[in-house]
Nanobody
Framework: QVHLEESGGRLVQFGGSLRLSCAAS????????MAWYRQAPGKERELVAL???????TYADSVKGRFTISKDNARNTAYLDMNNLRPEDTADYYC????????????????WGRGTQVIVSA
């Protein structure tokens, strides 16, 4: 099993910065990719940023140039550095990972964390 635990969410002022962390407990599993999603009140969950095992990244247009996703492979931890935060970034942020047992890529599964709340005040 893979367990994801997010941390770092809090209240921050407009224009401020935050770092979210996602620690993956993934003993005997290989993590293929990790991502951050967010869900604002009354809205659908959306992809914010994704990082592949290769290190390549993808960002939502709304956060390009402001957010950076990174991963410490040795610690199985993903980070989301958020700068120039805006009120519209207010949401619950969820960590996501795709993982599989070595040699069993075809059986890869999706895993979600429980979320961390980010509130950006105007």
């Amino acid at each position: 099993q893979v367990h994801l635990e997010e941390s770092g969410g809090r209240l921050v002022q407009f224009g401020g910065s935050l770092r979210l962390s996602c620690a993956a407990s993934a003993r005997d599993f290989v993590i293929d990719r990790m991502a951050w999603y967010r869900q604002a009140p009354g809205k659908e969950r959306e992809l914010v940023a994704l990082i592949q095992e290769s290190g390549s990244t993808t960002y939502a247009d709304s956060v390009k140039g402001r957010f950076t996703i990174s991963k410490d492979n040795a610690r199985n931890t993903a980070y989301l550095d958020m700068n120039n935060l805006r009120p519209e970034d207010t949401a619950d942020y969820y960590c996501f990972a795709v993982a599989y047992e070595p040699g069993w890529y075809q059986n890869r599964r999706n895993y979600w964390g429980r979320g961390t709340q980010v509130i950006v005040s105007a």
